[in-house]
Nanobody, 122 residues
Framework: VQLQASGGGLVQAGGSLRLSCESL???????IAWFRQAPEKEREFVAT??????YVADSVKGRFTISRDKVKKTVYLQMNSLKSEDTGVYYC???????????????????WGQGTQVTVSS
C-alpha cells in the first residue's frame, strides 16, 4: 500500500482545509488514519476510518471530520475552525482493518504517507 497525502497549506485561524490521502494500492479492507506532529512534540492521533466507522480524537472532535471515497480510494480529513495549535505535519497511515475495530496508535499502522504541512496563523 502506497499513500499520497496532500492538501496542506497556510490558513488563518478559524479557516478550513481539506486533506486527502490517496491509496495507490488496496483500499477497501484497510483502515486509514491521520496523525499529526507539531514542532518539538510527539506525533499524535487525529482520526481514523475503518470500513463504515470513524473515530476522531477528542482534541478535534466537532471541528474535524474524516470520510472515505471508495471509488477514488481516498480518505479525506475536513478541518474546520482551525486553531494555531492545529499546526503541524499531518501524516496518513494504513493497515489491514477488521470490522468493529478502531485503531489509534502509531504502532497499529504499517504503511505511512509522506506528510503534508498545515500551518495555522493566529
Amino acid at each position: 500500500v502506497q499513500l499520497q497525502a496532500s492538501g496542506g497549506g497556510l490558513v488563518q485561524a478559524g479557516g478550513s482545509l481539506r486533506l486527502s490521502c490517496e491509496s495507490l494500492g488496496y483500499f477497501n479492507n484497510y483502515a486509514i488514519a491521520w496523525f499529526r506532529q507539531a514542532p518539538e512534540k510527539e506525533r499524535e492521533f487525529v482520526a481514523t476510518s475503518v470500513y463504515d466507522r470513524t473515530y476522531v480524537a477528542d482534541s478535534v472532535k466537532g471541528r474535524f471530520t474524516i470520510s472515505r471515497d471508495k471509488v477514488k480510494k481516498t480518505v479525506y480529513l475536513q478541518m474546520n475552525s482551525l486553531k494555531s495549535e492545529d499546526t503541524g505535519v499531518y501524516y496518513c497511515a494504513a493497515r489491514w482493518g477488521y470490522p468493529g475495530d478502531h485503531y489509534v496508535r502509531e504502532s497499529d499502522f504499517a504503511y505511512w504517507g509522506q506528510g503534508t504541512q498545515v500551518t495555522v496563523s493566529s
